[in-house]
């Protein structure tokens, strides 16, 4: 977590931070100068944690286009068995 900073600090507001400036964006909102340093370790974990993100997404999206075609193969086996049971009776 990024250590606020002191305007914020003082006034109890998130800081977060503003990609297109150097600033958080409650300062860049006030117009004030804003001490804010967003350490390397901080920008590297923030990567890591998002492009772990971006793995259990693909992974969960590819989980559960197989679990669709696997319901359609079940779909089209029951559909066989139905008409199978209708040739029966008929």
């Not at 503003?18 to 590297?44: F, H």
């Not at 259990?56 to 696997?70: G, I, M, P, T």
């Amino acid at each position: 977590m990024l250590t606020p900073c002191s305007n914020c600090s003082r006034r109890g507001d998130d800081c977060l931070v503003n990609l297109s400036s150097s600033r958080c964006s409650a300062c860049n909102d006030r117009n004030v100068k804003c001490d804010l340093i967003v350490s390397q370790p901080e920008w590297d974990r923030i990567d890591r944690d998002k492009e772990k993100l971006r793995r259990q997404l693909e992974k969960a999206e590819e989980d559960a286009l197989e679990a669709r075609s696997h319901a359609l193969r079940l779909r089209r086996e029951l559909a066989k068995v139905d008409s199978k049971e209708k040739e029966m009776f008929d």
